[in-house]
């Protein structure tokens, strides 16, 4: 949902919340659910103080009222905007614990909680743990929906992504290019699906080299966006990031910089969490044509150090380029120091063969051969 429907919605719920008040009471289930909703709302606003404050008032009167449902909805809200401020740790032993309550086991919500843990492990850097939980979760609900329930192909979507973090690129592209073909041949066509996809697919072409047909499939997703009604500025935004990632990996920095030259004249006002792929992206670009990269690099760490593990795959991305930025700078004790750290962590969370392992194995080698 877009800024603009999610400020309306905001408003249009304060309304419903007035109106239910007054017309069932304070603490009926129609109005606490108009609560929670706004609350959403403003999630989606990054009005996150405000969202956790409203969903914490809304689950002690669902407690004091004794609603189960508005409870595990309230707690599983409340976990995704403690993902979203960066308490990774504590959006996950929120579900964790809401999936061991026995009236969650085998329920509609136990599907939301296995999602949201799965992705808070994928934001903490346990992407070999995220790929496991999303198999997992498309298999509990094609047990009980059957494999063409949307929210199977959701997980397989969220699946793919992981498996490109964790280098496993023949496997993403396969299932990427399955999960299009559903997605093209469904009537009406499912254009998230097919978005996310053919991201996923980008990122994993662009990984192995195949920068032409990364870029061709990159296109293709922004013309299907364009078209397709409602598109989010945010969902365009990925899908130039995957662009640009396969301009940059033809070393055509100057066409990726332009790519993502609005984006970066409107900071901060990008997401957060679509922040510092925007300066990884842009530093590597900047890298690439022996211009100063470290400003973006610097802004990338930073924003990784406040919303993600320090192992996740991104946070070693922008860890890499800020090292390799600061040897293009002539900065070598700095940068040696830097890929040290950086190429061990690399090879203690992602193994010796992951192609990151390698790349910042060779920047750290070509310093200490200086």
């Given at each position: 949902m877009g800024q603009e429907r999610s400020e309306e919605a905001a408003a249009v719920y304060r309304e419903a919340i007035r109106l239910c008040a007054a017309v069932l009471g304070?603490?009926?289930?129609?109005?606490?659910?108009?609560?929670l909703e706004r609350a959403l709302a403003l999630k989606r606003l990054q009005r996150l103080d405000e969202a956790e404050s409203e969903t914490l008032k809304v689950l002690g009167a669902a407690r004091e009222e004794a609603q189960p449902g508005l409870i595990a909805e309230a707690r599983l809200q409340l976990a995704q905007i403690k993902r979203d401020r960066?308490?990774?740790?504590?959006?996950?032993?929120?579900?964790?614990?809401?999936?061991?309550?026995?009236?969650?086991r085998g329920s509609e919500f136990q599907y939301d909680a296995m999602d949201i843990h799965a992705h808070a492990n994928g934001f903490l850097g346990h992407h070999q743990a995220a790929a496991s939980e999303f198999e997992a979760l498309a298999e509990a609900i094609t047990d009980a929906h059957g494999s063409?329930?949307?929210?199977?192909?959701?997980?397989?979507?969220?699946?793919?992504?992981?498996?490109?973090?964790?280098?496993?690129?023949?496997e993403a592209e396969q299932e990427g290019r399955a999960l299009i073909d559903i997605a093209t041949s469904n009537r009406p066509r499912l254009v998230p699906l097919e978005l996310a996809a053919r991201n996923a697919l980008v990122l994993a072409l662009a990984a192995r080299g195949h920068g032409p047909e990364a870029e061709a499939e990159a296109r293709t997703a922004i013309k299907q966006a364009t078209a397709a009604e409602g598109t989010d500025a945010d969902i365009l935004l990925v899908l130039q990031l995957g662009l640009?990632?396969?301009?940059?990996?033809?070393?055509?920095?100057?066409?990726?910089?332009?790519?993502l030259k609005p984006a970066l004249?409107?900071?901060?006002?990008?997401?957060?969490?679509?922040?510092?792929?925007?300066?990884?992206?842009?530093?590597?670009s900047l890298l690439g044509l022996g211009r100063g990269a470290t400003e973006q690099a610097r802004l990338a760490v930073d924003i990784c150090q406040k919303k993600l593990g320090s192992r996740h795959h991104r946070a070693l991305e922008a860890d890499t380029l800020h090292g390799r930025a600061l040897a293009a700078q002539g900065r070598v004790a700095e940068a040696t120091e830097q890929l040290t750290a950086t190429t061990a962590a690399w090879r203690e969370y992602f193994g010796d063969n992951h192609p990151n392992t390698r790349?910042?194995?060779?920047?750290?080698?070509?310093?200490?051969a200086q």
């Open positions: 304070p603490r009926e289930a129609a109005t606490l659910q108009c609560r960066g308490r990774l740790e504590e959006a996950r032993a929120e579900v964790a614990e809401l999936m061991d309550l026995p009236h969650i063409q329930d949307l929210r199977v192909l959701k997980a397989r979507s969220d699946r793919v992504q992981v498996l490109t973090y964790l280098g496993r690129y023949e640009a990632r396969s301009l940059n990996a033809q070393s055509r920095f100057d066409e990726a910089l332009s790519i004249e409107s900071f901060p006002r990008v997401e957060q969490h679509l922040a510092a792929a925007l300066h990884l992206v842009s530093g590597t790349t910042a194995q060779v920047a750290l080698d070509a310093l200490i």
